[in-house]
Structures are given as C-alpha cells and as structure tokens.
C-alpha cells in the first residue's frame, strides 16, 4: 500500500492517514497551488496548516479546485497563541474554517502551550462535542503541560505534534504519549532539510536502498 494513503486510529477511532503535506513557508498564490495540486495529485489526502502560516485560505481553494469531495481530505489546523482562551479559540476556529471554506475541521491543534491553554482545550473541547472537530489535540506540548491539561480536562488530548526526526526522537515524551494513547505526530521530519540529517549514513543507506537521493 502506498505509505501517503496508510492510516492510523486516534483513540476515538477517527482514521487519519499517517504521512500529511505540511503547508508551512509555503508561499501563496501560484507556488502554493503548484505544490498542494501535484500532491493532490499524486494521492496526499492529509493537509497540515496552521493560521500562523497564512495560507488558510490558499489550501481551501487548492481543494476546491481539485474537485474531490471535502471528505476525503482530512485537513488539520491551528489555533495560534494571541487566540488563547475560550471566546476567543472559538472566534479563531470560526475565522479559520471560513478561510477554508470547510463546515468542519479533521484535526484542530493548540500551536503552542501559551497562557490561557486550558480555557482554549475547553473550547475545542465543546466543538469536538458539537461534532465541528474530528480530533482533537495539542502540538510542542511537554509532560507538564500535559499533566496540567488533563487534570482539568474531560478529554485527553488525541494527539501532539512534536518536533520529530531522526536526531531527535523525543524518546522520554513518546513513552509517555504511547502510554496515555496520545498519537506522536512528528513535524520537521526531515529535520528541516538540516544537511547534515540529510548525510546520515543509516538514512543515505533506507535512500539508497529505494533509490532514492536528496536533492542538492
Ligand atoms: N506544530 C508546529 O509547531 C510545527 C512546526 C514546524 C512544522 N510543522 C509542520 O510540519 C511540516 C513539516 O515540517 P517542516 O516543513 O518544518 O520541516 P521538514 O519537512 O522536516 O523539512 C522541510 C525541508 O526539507 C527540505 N527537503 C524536502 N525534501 C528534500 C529532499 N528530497 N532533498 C533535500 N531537501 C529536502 C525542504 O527543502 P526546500 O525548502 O528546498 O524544498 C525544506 O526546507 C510543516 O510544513 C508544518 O505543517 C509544525
């Protein structure tokens, strides 16, 4: 099976296939469609933008102008720091499915453990009740954030997208995700084409072996 169409289970059974196109620093208007059509294209169907990048709006229209329904894409977004608290993460969530002209988010993230994080879960909270957000989740959140947040929460976070490559693999957090069945979502995991991840002599070795090579 082709690894951008493999899916894994949240905890509430929501099927998220495993590898997105992150649509960070990708610039808008004629790059952006470019790079988010030929992923289309060539099967991404899991989209991971952010409102901090800008580019809400820009995904939207990318997949409406491939004509696939709205469904079989699962698109994840999220709520920035200056959004924090419960009005205003609702606000956020709103502007954020206006921009991309969706009725429902697949995956909405708290960006970052900023103040007021746990007024801003108990707003996604209430949305996912209300059927407007798939999963729910958090991203770069540390054990102690996560001890905080469930112990004032009624829902555990479904997943935390964490900084993840091969000279970083957050071994300590990850146990302690597994054990709490929160997903592992890595982002940068190619390091943010770091060279010298991208020399590494196991991964030059898995490239070669699928012939495979980094552009220079
Ligand atoms: N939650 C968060 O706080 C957070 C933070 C960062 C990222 N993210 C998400 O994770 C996604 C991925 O992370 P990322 O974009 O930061 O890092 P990444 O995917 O690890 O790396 C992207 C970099 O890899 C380079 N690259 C890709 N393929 C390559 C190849 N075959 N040979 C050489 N270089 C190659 C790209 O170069 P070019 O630029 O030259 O194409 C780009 O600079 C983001 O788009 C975003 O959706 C989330």
Redo the contacts with the bound molecule.
Sequence with gaps: MNLINKEIKAVNGIKIPQV?F?????NKGEDFETAVGEAIKIGYRHF???KI?GNEKDLGLAIEKSQIPREEFFITS?VWNTDHGYEATKKAFEQTCKKLNVEYLDMY?I??ASSYYLETWHAMEELYLQGKIKVIGV??FEIQHLEELMKHSKITPMIN?I?T?PEFTQNELHQYLTKHKILHEA???????NKAL?ENTVLKKIASHHEKE??K
């Design positions: 997105g992150g649509v960070y620093k990708l991971d933008t952010a990048y999220k993230l960006h970052f991203a770069n997208q900084e490559h982002w940068a995991p190619l390091g943010q084409g991208l980094w552009l």
